[in-house]
């Protein structure tokens, strides 16, 4: 247990940073004073979504009371943590477990492959507490001052967040430890990675949403059971992950049934957990040095010596590292299925599109009155999902102890920049053109309205690029000693998602004025894409012109 | 005649640190010239180096390429060097081929030219067939050979080189070495950091020594000798550790 303890201070250390904050805290105030207030900054647009997240979910309880069901929030809450926590948790644990650059190391020193997953899985829950306590909090606070809850129902609940997002980690720690198995024995190992870890993703979406789709058919049955027990609506949204109904009785049924669905969750998520500790103290460590194994190719090689201008031999590199390192490729390509899955949803699960609104969806996108409205609210909806990719965001920080190549060789740094732009932009213009695409299939847009909202998610992705790549100029994350540390613990990201919030409201503002003064779908695309345009081509030159000055600043 | 390689009262601080890395230091490098750079671990060779090539930006002095300063006309002063850094950091997702296209690319060699030398550079090194290959399948020695590989690619007429031969076997050691020397011999110039004193002495026309920073000795061997019978092992030796009993 000590070595465990030991391997998971070490590993939370160089996740988190401590070591090198303490050192800027005692030697260099002004690098330390920056990373705070970065953390400040990113604190404070927590705080934003937390406080939206919080009303919403006031006014659900406030519904909810009037309909005696008001522990319906703790069940909402749960299944929100569960599920983003099972479906981003299988990346996570990827990355940690099977993609990090210390495997080998650890491979080499005496301590047992069952503690070493254990670390890996430990570090990982831990990092997954700030998003589960953010889900949690409001509910269960707005919830216990409500009902006029005890300090025991806070300890609880405490308890229950604690081991929330234990089960979500030991399913998505056994999905990734079968598809390791199978790599070791592939040849294509990045590629089977990467497929394998989209069609998990793709098959826990379709699960998740086959689960919902189960809800009864008929609204009248669904009446009746809800007279029946106030439970009922808590069963049936439970279904989708059933731990949150386990949380929700923990805390709101009272006495022995509190005690017996707590000890349940603890229960499942040990037994689980211990299971999997199992299989990981046999087979992790095959997987792990899996990705060190590389094959040979014999017989002739067949070299190829095409010639590229400098931009594009820039990009062409940007692409081909993205696609060939699986935790770039999972974290900035998953975009491009993840939306349209996202959207094809209704789709998949029967009973959703027969839905009323639904229906009324369809019926908007179909008439010819609703086209501006449609146009704009579907370009801001897609923009919104393409800027949470980080390829462009963390372009710089990637580079690693590479950057002295960029450094070093004759391109200037304006060129690079605009071909590191490009390269993140093609992905981010990737992901839009297939949700767009996807939106013609769901909603039944028309070709027209979606090559409108095309032109507009591409014109608006490039200052919200922009702005990610500007962040990363500056302030790039070079020293890490794993890759998902440059792409999933990276700020950077963070930061880009928030600049390109402001610049979407700022645009979804300007598209509400304009439609105060005119509904022709043709006069508001024409106002819209040369306003975009404008900022777009502002924002290029900006980096362009900042890149000189931040290229002497990093240090390799 | 113009200098290779100029610098002019170069200094550099880290800025997380107060100590000069490198500390007023000049030096010139003639055409056909294979010049060693010598000094302890920490001596700022490295730093001087990265300064060089445009790595790291100079606080203080100038440095000049060709007669082309670093800071103010980067890109025609590195489009005379070929570097070679101390670590083996590339791109390991590309394969061997696809990092030396790229080096081509962004150097601007001509298809046929680059062909030839991508060939030429491989079959020294016998790395053809592994030039098909993810650089991350590569061993340390080999890693080495590819960046070599691609620093030599568009032919500079200014080597630079930390410890070059770091991880080279035999073999491949030798042949860099007669590159070294043909190179020189058309009139170029190679400027090397090494912690292999018998190379140096057998390689390098001359030979500057730095310590803590400054430059501490410049010249031929012979210059640098206090007695007829001394190796440079001993001139080290000594000049180094007067060096550090001096600041004592």
Known sequence: ?556 | MVAMLSIQNVSKTYSKSKVKAVDNISLEVRPGEIFGFLGPNGAGKTTTIKMITGILPIDEGRITICGYDIEKDPIKAKMNIGFVPDNHDVYERLKGIEYLNFIADVYDVPTDVRKERINKYLEMFEMKEAAGQQIKSYSHGMKQKIVVAGALIHQPPLWIMDEPLTGLDPRAAHLLKEEMNQHCAKGNTVFFSTHILEVAEKLCHRIGIINKGKIIAVGTIDELRKSEDASLESIFLSLTEEGSAGNA
């Open chain 1, 1 to 556: 247990m000590r070595k465990f303890f030991s391997l998971l201070k070490t590993q939370l250390n160089a996740q988190f940073g401590f070591t090198n904050a303490l050192y800027n805290l005692k030697n260099d105030r002004k690098a330390f004073l920056r990373g705070f207030g970065i953390f400040i900054a990113v604190l404070l647009s927590a705080a934003y979504f937390i406080g939206f997240y919080t009303f919403f979910i006031y006014q659900v309880y406030k519904g909810a009371s009037a309909m005696n069901m008001p522990h319906m929030i703790l069940t909402i809450a749960a299944i929100c943590s569960g599920v983003i926590v099972l479906i981003f948790g299988v990346f996570y644990i990827l990355g940690a477990l099977f993609l990090a650059k210390d495997t080998e190391f650890l491979a080499s020193l005496p301590i047992q492959q069952g503690s070493v997953f254990m670390a890996k899985f430990a570090m990982v829950l831990i990092g997954e507490y700030p998003l589960a306590f953010i889900l949690m909090l409001p509910p269960v606070i707005i919830y216990g001052i409500g009902m006029q809850k005890g300090v025991l129902y806070y300890i609880l609940a405490i308890i229950c967040t604690l081991f929330l997002p234990f089960l979500p980690l030991v399913i998505s720690s056994f999905l990734s430890l079968v598809l390791m198995n199978v790599v070791s024995r592939s040849k294509r190992r990045d590629l089977i990675i990467i497929i394998g870890s989209i069609l998990m993703v793709v098959g826990l979406f379709i699960a998740q949403n086959y689960l919902v789709s189960m809800m009864p058919d008929n609204p009248e049955d669904f009446a009746k059971a809800l007279m029946e027990s106030s439970d009922a609506i808590v069963r049936f949204m439970g279904r989708a992950f059933p731990p949150s109904v386990w949380v929700t009785s923990a805390l709101s049924a009272g006495g022995a049934e509190s005690a017996l669905n707590l000890l349940y969750l603890v229960g499942v998520s040990v037994a689980a957990f211990l299971i999997v500790y199992l299989l990981a103290s046999f087979i992790y460590q095959r997987g792990a040095t899996a990705q060190l194994e590389t094959r040979k190719t014999t017989g002739k090689v067949r070299l190829t010596y095409k010639r590229s201008s400098q931009i594009f031999a820039i990009f062409k590199n940007e692409w081909l590292i993205l696609l060939r390192t699986p935790i770039y490729a999972l974290n900035s390509l998953m975009m491009i299925f993840v939306i349209p899955l996202v959207m094809l949803m209704p789709l998949f699960g029967g009973n959703f599109a027969k839905d009323s609104d639904m229906q009324l969806l369809f019926q908007l996108a179909g008439s010819a009155e609703s086209q501006t409205i449609l146009m704009l609210v579907l370009s801001g909806f897609i923009s919104l999902f393409v800027m949470i990719n980080p390829a462009v965001s963390t372009t710089f920080s990637r580079e690693g102890r590479n950057i002295w190549i960029l450094k070093n060789i004759p391109v200037k740094p304006e060129t690079q920049v605009y071909a590191k732009l490009l390269a993140g932009y093609s992905v981010s213009f990737l992901a839009a053109a297939a949700a767009v695409i996807t939106s013609v299939i769901t909603f039944r847009i028309g070709i027209l309205t979606a090559l409108m909202i095309l032109i507009l998610c591409g014109l608006a992705t490039i200052p919200v690029n922009a702005a990610g790549l500007y962040v990363d100029l500056i302030r790039p994350k070079l020293k890490w000693s794993n890759p998902q540390e440059a792409i999933k613990q990276n700020m950077n990201a963070v930061l880009e998602m928030l600049f390109g919030f402001i610049i979407i409201s700022v645009f979804a503002v300007i598209a509400f004025l304009l439609l105060k003064l005119t509904t022709n779908i043709w006069y508001t695309f024409g106002i819209m894409v040369l306003l975009l345009a404008a900022v777009s081509y502002l924002c290029v030159m900006f980096v362009g012109k900042a890149a000189g000055r931040a290229y002497r600043n990093f240090e390799a």
